[in-house]
């Protein structure tokens, strides 16, 4: 199957190109376009030093009519990809947030289902067995009621090899638009699509990266999501670990029921220490590579043309959630939001095919 990737602006492009390099049921193509000269980064540069074929623009690559596309594009420049990639026949998946505006989101849901292919949200913790067995601990009454959830998804900030993270023109805001999102999917998957009926945000910029000429955006930030069953969930989404820390990133969940308090821990260390050469923390993962789940998930569905989930309308629930955020910001006020009810096709983490 002849899969294509559209850009290598997001950090995670990289990773997605070397797992689809060593599939054996995979023809890989690739193209970046937009990259900046001479960016050692990005570009044919990269995609000869990973060892993958390379055109030189979208539409050549398009042209070769690829069965699906990944979009790792800047944020604002989703849309455009997904719709070219949609008008090609090809099945999306698309890096998150899946849009910066919600008539963004909603046009590259409809050119999808206009073109009868799918559309996936890139949101690999959801296929992360604890979260599955989490999700069963909610459905068989284990924890009870669920009462509150705090979801914790922290990074260093953006590296100077990717400076448009911190580009609101670019990325559509900061650390709010960076990591709410993955927290927001799990809530979606857990309440089965319910949406909060009020977000109140609360931010600062006392983390951001560079001087002062440079965009200024939240660094860090705190949501707090209020559900009409009495559910209360907050999200802790800020650039707070430092450059020594042991890893980029990491996500938690706390969820607290009734009966049972579970603790999910999506990217645990399967050894922690010091080392003394580097006079800095030791870190090792002990986790499944959730990329890679992700990838199969979204290549079986376009394989047999099935639904890709997380899909679009999971991509705009939590979309929406993020830019009631903003507005919160704005406002310095609770925002009551619509909680509209969205067709749910399903948030099952269940690899179709």
Request: proline share 7%.
């Amino acid at each position: 199957m002849k899969v294509a990737v559209l850009s290598f602006a997001h950090v995670h492009a990289a990773t997605y190109m070397e797992l689809l390099r060593d599939r054996g049921d995979v023809e890989l193509i690739t193209t970046d376009p937009d990259a900046p000269p001479g960016d050692p980064t990005r570009g044919k540069t990269l995609a000869d030093e990973l060892g993958v074929t390379y055109r030189a623009g979208y539409e050549e690559v398009l042209a070769e009519r690829p069965r699906a596309v990944v979009v790792t594009s800047e944020n604002t420049r989703h849309r455009q990809l997904v719709e070219q990639a949609a008008a090609a026949g090809a099945h999306v998946l698309c890096e998150k947030p899946l849009a910066t505006t919600e008539d963004d989101a909603r046009a590259m849901i409809e050119a999808c289902e206009r073109a009868g292919v799918s559309l996936m949200t890139a949101y690999p913790v959801r296929f992360h067995p604890a979260f599955a067995a989490l999700r069963h601990t909610l459905a068989d009454g284990s924890l009870g009621s669920l009462l509150s959830v705090h979801g914790v998804n922290n990074s260093s900030a953006p590296g100077p090899d990717r400076p448009w993270f911190a580009d609101p023109a670019r990325a559509g805001g900061g650390a709010i638009m960076d990591h709410t999102v993955h927290i927001a999917d799990l809530l979606d998957v857990l309440l089965d699509g319910e949406q909060p009926t009020q977000v109140y945000a609360v931010a600062n910029t006392l983390l951001t990266r560079g001087g002062a000429d440079e965009p200024k955006v939240e660094s860090a930030g705190l949501l707090t999501l209020t559900y009409a069953r009495g559910l209360v969930a907050t999200i802790d989404c800020s650039w707070s670990h430092p450059s020594s820390h042991p890893t980029w990133g990491g996500l938690t969940l706390t969820c607290v029921g009734d009966r049972a308090l579970v603790e999910f821990d999506a990217f645990p260390p399967l050894l922690d220490g010091y080392d003394t050469a580097r006079a800095a923390p030791r870190w090792e993962h002990g986790t499944i590579n959730l990329d890679a789940a992700m990838l199969d998930c979204f290549l079986a569905a376009a394989r047999t043309g099935q639904r890709a989930h997380p899909d679009g309308h999971t991509g705009l629930r939590t979309l929406q959630t993020v830019l009631a955020a903003y507005e919160s910001l704005r406002t310095r006020q609770p925002v009551v939001t619509s909680a509209a009810a969205w067709p749910r096709h399903g948030t099952s983490p269940t690899c179709p095919g």
